[in-house]
């Protein structure tokens, strides 16, 4: 697979995720460490691996 | 002094200030349009960072989402962040948009469209959807700030008087240095927005016993809102993909945060802006969605979503100073969203309807005059429909601020089929990219006005799935442009490849 296919796929997974978790595993925990958790550390994982892929653009002026 | 006095006082100071800044953007404005509309393409990494922020986070996050997160719970901020984890796509359309933005010398994504598509009608249809739901779109920011100064004040400041404070200032931001002015504001408004938002937090979770005290209460009182499905149906799995759909693809469905894809001066300032912008959205959703939880542990019982975040702000536990500065940052969250979509609306006419279409032998200073004209146009427009909600028998909080954000953000989705088949798919066409387009829209509407809900699917998922299902099946049995495909493609593919993106 290409990089960008992988991270694609990898979006794909994330938004799956982000049904999945709280509606099926999450759905009786009525905490803060339920849904509330989840959502932030997944938003949190999102951004740091968008962060991995920006990083390794290269900063050629034009 | 009343607290009327002062809120007039902090409305002066903020004007003075956003003013004083648009005039000093202005002694940088050269000639033309790509200036005015893009300044000429050149903008910083930490300015467009902010300005890309302050365009994105208008007043629907302290009003909007407060409110939401008020009766609905913690689905709130997984649609919120559903939206953020939607900006992971930037790392395929950023470099794409800057790319052929700078080869091609687009002004507008619509611009983009109709090149890519050799088609006038794609620009021009694409141009029409932003038209038709940005107006509904800006008008909720100016309904937030009149229903925001009228409740901090007591009712002192009529909610007209809020919106044309709100309509006057975006006219002058934008038009004073067009993108300069609308980006140094937006910088300085994004700073305002995320300081007095943390402050005025941290005021309600002191007085809530600190940050372990409140989570316990929030548990103990209302460990409903913790979970979805809520009690009482929200944030079922429909109600959360059809409010969270459109706002997955705001980046490239909303052309005035697409429009800033073009405007990086360099790679560098094109990863400050994105990270900077993750990192923020990241900090101000926390903030807007506790914000929520905080006004439903001071203030249960309240009617109207819309009403938690100025009935909070009139609680004693926050110093009237303390409110007013927030005020002036939820006005300046509306106003930078407002000012870049009337730059936007504006750049859109001129380049995709007037010289597109009424007159292709236009002028640049023509153009330019046009654009600037339709500013307060614009405006006006969305003052009325702001107003005319507003005087409904009911009030226009019976609208609700985040159904009416949402319902906006569904008739742009239709584009997205398009923009994705512009970068993607040599084999979509022009026509499959115009009746997807006004299909979607059409269907969107209907539903949206007949409240009309098949299988419960909210009208953005169902327009969404007939959109795609047209664009590609109209673009099968069309004729695509080849030539223009291959070029556009294949210069990406070679670029991108250059400078290692994906």
């Known amino acids: 697979m290409t990089k960008s296919a992988w991270a694609w796929t990898w979006f794909a997974f994330l938004l799956a995720l982000d049904i999945a978790i709280p509606w099926f595993v999450l759905t009786r925990v009525e905490r803060l460490s339920g849904a509330f958790l989840f959502w932030t550390i997944w938003a949190a994982a999102a951004i740091i691996s968008a962060f991995i892929i920006l990083w390794k653009w290269r900063g050629v002026e034009r | ?502």
């Open chain 2, 1 to 502: 002094m009343s607290a009327t006095f002062w809120v007039w006082f902090g409305i002066a100071v903020y004007i003075a200030v956003g003013l004083g800044i648009a005039l000093m953007a202005r002694r940088q404005l050269g000639v033309g349009v790509s200036e005015f509309f893009l300044a000429n393409r050149r903008l910083g990494g930490f300015v467009s960072a902010l300005s890309y922020s302050a365009t994105t986070y208008s007043a629907f996050m302290m009003v909007g989402l407060a409110g939401l997160t008020y009766f609905t719970g913690v689905g709130a901020l997984g649609f919120e962040l559903t939206y953020l984890c939607g900006m992971f796509m930037m790392v395929f359309f950023l470099p794409r948009f800057w790319l052929v933005g700078k080869k091609y010398g687009y002004v507008s994504p619509m611009e983009l469209l109709s090149d890519r598509y050799q088609n006038r009608g794609v620009g021009a249809t694409t141009a029409i959807l932003a038209l038709v739901f940005l107006v509904p779109y800006g008008a909720v920011q100016l309904m937030g700030v009149g229903y925001l100064m009228s409740g901090v004040s007591g009712g002192a400041i009529p909610v007209v008087v809020g919106i044309i404070i709100a309509v006057v200032c975006a006219i002058a931001w934008s038009s004073i240095a067009g993108l300069r002015s609308v980006a140094w504001t937006d910088a300085f408004q994004a700073l305002v927005m995320i300081v007095t938002s943390a402050a005025v937090l941290g005021v309600v979770i002191a007085a809530l016993g600190g940050f372990g005290a409140f989570f316990s209460r929030l548990e103990a009182a209302s460990p409903g809102l913790l979970t979805v499905p809520t009690a009482g149906g929200a944030w079922n799995i429909n109600m959360f993909i059809g409010l969270a759909l459109p706002w997955l693809f705001f980046l490239i469905s909303n052309p005035q945060v697409s429009q800033r894809l073009f405007i990086p001066k360099s790679i560098t300032a094109m990863k400050q802006m994105l990270g900077g912008f993750l990192i923020f959205g990241f900090i101000y959703t926390l903030i807007s969605v506790l914000w929520g939880f905080g006004a439903h542990l001071l203030l249960p019982g309240l009617e109207n979503a819309d009403l938690a975040t100025p009935s909070l702000l009139a609680l004693p536990i926050i110093p009237t100073g303390l409110a007013i500065v927030v005020m002036i940052g939820i006005t300046a969250a509306a106003i930078s969203t407002i000012d870049s979509i009337l730059l936007t609306l504006s750049s859109v006419w001129a380049r995709d309807i007037h010289r597109g279409f009424i007159n292709p032998r236009v002028s640049e200073r023509g153009e330019l005059r046009v654009g600037q004209w339709v500013i307060p146009i614009m405006a006006i427009i969305a003052f009325l429909f702001a107003w005319w909600v507003t005087e409904q028998p009911q009030g226009g909080l019976n609208l609700m601020i985040a159904p009416l954000s949402s319902a906006a953000s569904a008739g742009l989705l239709m584009a997205v089929p398009a923009i994705f088949g512009a970068f993607f798919w040599k084999r979509a066409t022009a026509l499959g990219a115009m009746v997807s387009c006004i299909a979607g829209a059409v269907l969107v509407l209907i539903f949206q006005i007949t409240g009309w809900k098949p299988l419960g699917w909210w009208p953005g998922t169902w327009g969404f799935i007939v959109c795609i299902i047209l664009f590609v099946g109209v673009s099968l049995f069309t004729r695509p442009p080849r030539d223009k495909a291959e070029e556009f493609i294949g210069y990406l593919k070679e670029e991108l490849k250059k400078g290692n993106f994906i």
